[in-house]
């Protein structure tokens, strides 16, 4: 008897650098992976057919046609008025009506973040959503928000940030108060500019777990569960992290293929090296929630691979079956002092 399915999905097939020959492949292993996942494919409809090949007809997975897509250079406002039948607004579409419980895209973040708050809309209390992804560290991960959406924030839209990642990661990842930092360029309050200063007020006089300024090498060192920040310094932060774990695979299987003593070592040391590598890997932490909207929307990283993908379709699978959603607009009133930072 087969499981019950409990998440649908819908996939912008033609979002990202990779296209079809990525969100397919990334599809078919979620689909194995997964019992209780049920997925959409968005896009050009005989090309989806043709990718799929002898798979078309797997009984979890269906294709939803739309004839156009979202370039990855496109303004976000020329795809809401001009891209009504691109495979990312479809996608988003069968979430507003229903038919999808998520939407996963590679595709343009601008474009998608602002054609989900034009379909979607935001839970009351949020003014603007933004994107809270999971970064390695030396010892485990951690949560960052904004990781891109919004380059410029007051006080109060940080705040909001924190409160959000504080309910998205106590449902998550089973914290019951997660403890969030505040990036600054110092931890000393005479540190940072003015809408950092009255952040960290409000944070203060909150009822988040709030320990106070981060400097930059927390997000690999630190302890804090959950780091706010501008969608400036997280996008930076995040390229910089995946750069950063490229480059050390990199030099590190240089150096042990340099010569036949070095490649000997390199034999030797190979287990530990491949749960280094595994440990820094970056497509593991892929897929990142737009938060503050009325459903769930997870972007994938532009350049993914088929691992990558798979794991954002995940996190959309997990934020379903938490009901992320639903407890983020439940707990927002009540969680901690107004989401718009008055006392």
Do not use: W
């Given at each position: 008897m087969s499981p019950p399915i409990s998440a649908t999905v819908a996939l912008d097939a033609v979002g990202g650098d990779g296209g079809l020959g990525v969100t397919v492949a990334a599809a078919l292993s979620s689909l194995q992976s997964h019992p209780d996942l049920s997925l959409v494919l968005v896009g050009p409809e005989d090309l989806i057919r043709r990718q799929l090949?002898?798979?078309?007809?797997?009984?979890?997975?269906?294709?939803?046609?739309?004839?156009?897509?979202v370039e990855m250079d496109e303004s976000p406002a020329s795809a809401l008025r001009f891209k009504k039948d691109s495979s990312m607004r479809v996608a988003i579409n069968l979430v507003h009506e229903g038919r999808a419980e998520a939407c996963v895209s590679a595709g343009n973040t601008g474009a998608l973040m602002a054609t989900s708050r034009f379909v979607l809309k935001t839970l009351p209390g949020i003014d603007r959503p933004a994107i809270c992804g999971v970064l390695p560290r030396a010892t485990g991960q951690v949560h960052m928000m904004d990781l891109g959406a919004n380059v410029e924030c007051s006080a109060a839209l940080l705040f909001q940030f924190g409160v959000m990642a504080t309910i998205m990661v106590?449902?998550?990842?089973?914290?019951?108060?997660?403890?969030?930092?505040?990036?600054?360029?110092?931890?000393?309050?005479?540190?940072?500019?003015?809408?950092?200063?009255?952040?960290?007020?409000?944070?203060?006089?909150?009822?988040?777990?709030?320990?106070?300024?981060?400097?930059?090498?927390?997000?690999?060192?630190g302890n804090v569960d959950i780091i706010v920040c501008d969608g400036f310094s997280g996008n930076v932060a995040l390229k910089t992290s995946e750069g950063l774990a490229q480059m050390l695979t990199r030099i590190t299987r240089e150096a042990f293929r340099h010569n036949w003593y070095s490649r000997l070592l390199g034999g030797l040391a190979l287990p530990a090296l491949k749960s280094i590598f595994r440990r820094i890997?970056?497509?593991?932490?892929?897929?990142?929630?737009?938060?503050?909207?009325?459903?769930?929307?997870?972007?994938?990283?532009?350049?993914?691979?088929?691992?990558?993908?798979?794991?954002?379709?995940?996190?959309?699978?997990?934020?379903i079956n938490t009901d992320l959603v639903k407890h983020i607009g439940e707990e927002l009133s009540h969680l901690s002092s107004p989401v718009n930072g008055q006392n």
């Open positions: 090949g002898d798979q078309v007809n797997q009984p979890r997975l269906q294709i939803q046609h739309a004839a156009e897509y106590r449902y998550l990842d089973g914290i019951e108060s997660p403890s969030v930092g505040l990036l600054n360029i110092g931890i000393e309050n005479i540190k940072g500019n003015e809408a950092i200063k009255e952040a960290s007020e409000l944070f203060r006089n909150s009822r988040l777990n709030y320990h106070g300024f981060v400097e930059g090498d927390a997000i690999f060192t890997d970056h497509r593991r932490y892929n897929g990142a929630a737009l938060l503050g909207l009325r459903g769930t929307v997870i972007k994938s990283h532009g350049g993914a691979d088929s691992v990558a993908f798979a794991h954002a379709i995940g996190v959309a699978r997990r934020a």
